[in-house]
């Protein structure tokens, strides 16, 4: 992609009244647009970035077994009242010419476990878990934090169905290490704790994902030897011991949560009356468990954490684009190197964006810092001499001469 | 994938009040599931389906330049009352605790025309165009015709921006090829006429994509010479003559709107005061133009024009799978075959539905095609004597035998 023709220019205004850093450095590169609080659009380099969470949650989704499906935010009212969530505070109803109530999904529990209930019979059947990436809609008064609590935002929910407890444990722990793999592939594993929060009235305890900011809404307390931590808001019932090893020191830090699973038991199921007949002939509780991320908020917890003084710095895996290629200088020799090099890329399937503009090289340097392109490649008259680049990573102070024939060779070992 | 794992069984029986061919279909083969009128569910399979469209737009609209973004559902009121359509009938307005009023966005003029405007002064930034692909809500009153009109649906809505007519009708050419590849790749391409239609108060004419369809809600009129047709809204206008040829000789078909694109001019430009400076300095209107593709109307139509007595006939680039591979018979040998095959195809990357049920032949063979995955391979003890398995592309009466060995080969050269 030639940077000349990118909508969504990198900008040094942020509208006044966005006060986090995420949806400041976010609107600052041109990634997102804020049309209200809470209600951002995707520029093209957000939707790119988007559209890499996306690619990973599926992947690893897929791994476990989930399969994919897509259910609607319109939700009848009967579903929600059977559960009791209908009228939550956070739930957007519709007013329209139609005689019906709708309301808009902030959550999707009503709207699969009678939709699994009409597929499933038999123990046979069993276990299955399906899961969407969906718009959601939530009434949030609170909704400061940029990209972090939207009023609309893309989540990729999951939900497991079994014949026992046993069962749910077990495809519990898989789903663990699955979220694992998407906090490592999104650059935020290290500061991300598996975390003990509240079970409700169905399980003892539900587990989030926390990944250690200043941004972050909750306070978790870190039992280092165990590497998992306990929200705030069950110390209590944990007398303030970790529940592994039952230590007391532990550290408090401020996080925000960045996933959550959730044994649900027949929280959901009961109220639907969905059982299954047993391989005795018995009519059996289907038991259920959740599994949830926001994707949005994926990527502005990686602007808020991987993020330095002069913009983002984005993981290879979430980054827009592999390579920031920038021409600097109008001399032809420059321009010409650059087209070569760009074309070169593109037919070796390698993701680049160039900065073919007309301007200076200070505001094309600093533009590409805050983009935050892993890896950035400099044609300029300076090193053109010596039949070079120059090349400079994102995350790292340091720049390095190589010569445009070993460049390919480079690539590969570097990107 | 194990269709014994597959979630969203096929089943003969329809919910009572759904009157329309495709969701039949779509509901019987285990595509899709109906929550209520206008609203449905995407299964597995129907989910695959709708990947597979969702990146052939994707494709084709990144092809003639469009640049992917992703607005929100949620909108101001202040834009749409703007612009006069805030209180349209289709809007679904929003109830809740906030104290601002929201509508959803059942097309995307007012949401785009102003981002564009932000980022957006010189001459020198045009020509642009932003597409998304985008869940959109209307009221509709009517809802009985499936994933044809939903109250609820996915559609790409691509917008351009120009700095006079000449570009904004060079640009609408250009789309106009990118939508016929579209439904080219969706099979629809021999059905499917530019249609001459309405262009409102700004425009003569914008451009539908009218599919020939019992279920189509259309009339439109035929000149079988230039291959082009006129909704019958128009006809008056045209004084019942083919606007490129003259000729009145015109056939009348019913027919749906699968696409449609218009030239808003400054249509939605004005209301926001949105001008660019142009080189010779001087403030000028933005042009702009507007192209819709229904997504799951799209999948709708397949359903209902590619398909006979026995099901969906899908076309290959739409197809959830590209095999199904069928294993008729309980006996081991069966069983051994059709599990290496089924790993065969795997590694070879080809997609493959695996229908490993213990079901009889009748059922499954009547399953193979209700679902209508475009070539099915058939493993039963008959044609494994001869070390061989019967294959049978869904379009078509007749079956092959071909050796085992040989099935590679086949494939490569049939898929």
Known sequence: MKQSKLFGKTTYEVP??????????????????KLMAGVYYYLPLGRCVLSKIENIIREEMNAVGGQEILMSALQKKEDWVKTGRWDVDVMMKIESNLDKEFGLGWSHEEAVTPLAQKYVKSYKDFPFSLYQIQTKFRSEKRAKSGILRG???LMKDMYSFHTSVEDLDKFYLEAKEAYFKVFERAGLRDKTYYTYASGGDFCKYSHEYQ???????????????CGIAINEEVMGDLERKCP?????????EKAIETGNIFKLMNRYTDPFNFKFQDSDGQEKNVMMGCYGIGLSRL??????????????????ELAPYQVHLVSLGNGDEVKTKAEEIYKSLQEQKIEVLFDDREESAGVKLKDSDLIGIPLRIVVSAKTLDKNAVE???????NFEIVETDKLQEYLAENL
């Open 211 to 225: 990944t250690l900011t200043e941004a972050g809404e909750d306070h978790i307390h870190i039992c280092d030897k």
């Open 391 to 397: 090349i400079k990573k994102r995350s790292e102070e």
């Open 151 to 153: 009023r609309e935002f």
């Open 16 to 33: 006044k009244d966005e006060v986090s850093k995420n949806a400041q450095l976010l609107i600052r590169g041109g990634f997102v647009d």
């Open 244 to 252: 592994e090893c039952g230590s007391s020191e532990l550290r408090e």
């Open 299 to 316: 990527m502005g917890t990686v602007a808020e954490v991987l993020s330095d003084e002069k913009g983002i710095v984005w993981p290879k």
